[in-house]
């Protein structure tokens, strides 16, 4: 039997206090009009950490150091494809959070974690429940 080949994606729990940064989604098919954080795919013949890393420079223009990551959760999800999620929160980074990709987002904006809006895609929602605030890692 051959084997299944995965789609890996990172996300960004990016910290400040007790607030995260959300950006809006648009454009994307997927949950536009939600709000989500950082994320991307892992692309061929690249760590996860290194993808972070890349993401957050291109989707935020801010600058990250692999001792600035660490894993909180990872979560293997069956919604419309089979995908495997790495999610990494970091409190210290380089520059201003800026929206990057303004084709793919509205806005980015820091939310209270304790006071999330509804409208957070249900698996970031999850994730940051379990993950971030209950320390489940898988």
Do not use: C
């Amino acid at each position: 039997m051959a084997r299944y080949p995965q789609i890996l994606s990172v996300h960004l729990f990016l910290l400040k206090g007790r607030e995260i940064l959300l950006q809006m989604r648009k454009n994307t098919g997927y949950r536009d009009g939600w709000w989500s954080v950082i994320a991307g795919h892992v692309e061929a013949r690249e760590s996860a950490t290194r993808a972070m890393i890349r993401e957050a420079r291109e989707e935020a223009g801010i600058e990250l150091e692999g001792e600035d990551i660490s894993l909180v959760h990872v979560m293997h999800r069956f919604e419309n494809q089979e995908r495997v999620d790495f999610f990494f929160k970091s409190t210290k980074w380089r520059g201003d959070p800026t929206l990057m990709e303004p084709e793919k987002a509205w806005e980015l904006r820091w939310f209270e974690v304790s006071a999330l809006p509804e409208n957070v895609v249900p698996y970031v929602r999850q994730a940051i429940d379990l993950g971030l605030l209950k320390g489940q890692v898988y």
